[in-house]
């Protein structure tokens, strides 16, 4: 009960870290803040199937559920490589 109370509240964290990332993409026109608002979002849902869903898997299929973190460091790091790439072009 205590550990579902937890990862709701770390899921809200994540979500707000999103909403709080979306809001500076939509004054700048920034795409590093997309990718991170949407690596945040994808966070956050990691977090939300892993209690649904995660307590009707075993432990030994329980990795699956990590692609989506997987996917979101991803995006981290190509807005990172794609905001230093677009600061070479234009120098």
């Known amino acids: 009960m205590l550990k579902t109370l937890l990862d709701g509240a770390v899921?809200?964290?994540y979500l707000a870290c999103a909403l709080f990332f979306l809001r500076f993409h939509?004054?700048?026109r920034d795409r590093l803040f997309a990718?991170?608002?949407l690596a945040f979002a994808l966070m956050g849902l990691h977090n939300l199937l892993g209690t649904?869903?995660?307590q009707d898997l075993d432990s030994e299929n329980r990795h699956y559920l990590y692609v989506v973190r997987?996917?979101?460091y991803l995006l981290i790091l190509?807005?990172?490589w794609d905001k230093n790439r677009a600061?070479?072009?234009a120098r």
Do not use: K, N, P
Request: proline share 0%; no cysteine; charged share 10%.
């Open 78 to 80: 190509g807005g990172i």
């Open 70 to 72: 997987l996917v979101a």
């Open 11 to 13: 899921m809200m964290a």
């Open 52 to 54: 649904v869903v995660g």
């Open 87 to 89: 600061g070479r072009s």
């Open 26 to 28: 939509r004054q700048s």
């Open 35 to 37: 990718f991170f608002a």
